[in-house]
């Protein structure tokens, strides 16, 4: 099992930057794949951008070039580099580890941490 927390979430003007955090409970070192996803009011749940053991990584169209997913297996933890923010990146963000990244049987999820993008 894991544990995950997010922090780093905040307001801020569109154009600036936020760096969120996936905390986990134990080491990341054999979860083969993490992600971040977002939900915006009234919408369904996105992935963003998810990352592999091994590097692989894909984002949605609507960040690419603007988010960078990262992580460091020494500190048990995932990033989310967020520049040039919109609007409509507005959302709580999750930290998740999908069904087989850890456990076969199950995904886990963070809290949330709220993004909000003025204009």
């Known amino acids: 099992q894991v544990q995950l927390v997010e922090s780093g979430g905040g307001l801020v003007q569109a154009g600036g930057s936020l760096r969120l955090s996936c905390a986990a409970s134990?080491?990341?070192?054999?979860?083969?794949?993490m992600g971040w996803y977002r939900q915006a009011p009234g919408k369904q749940r996105e992935l963003v951008a998810s990352?592999?053991?091994?590097?692989?990584?894909i984002y949605v169209d609507s960040v690419t070039g603007r988010f960078t997913i990262s992580r460091d297996n020494a500190k048990n933890t995932m990033y989310l580099q967020m520049n040039n923010l919109k609007p409509e990146d507005t959302a709580v963000y999750y930290c998740n580890v999908p069904r087989g990244g850890l456990d076969y049987r199950r995904d886990y999820w963070g809290q949330g941490t709220q993004v909000t993008v003025s204009s």
């Open positions: 990352i592999t053991s091994g590097g692989s990584i």
């Open positions: 134990r080491s990341i070192f054999s979860i083969n794949a």
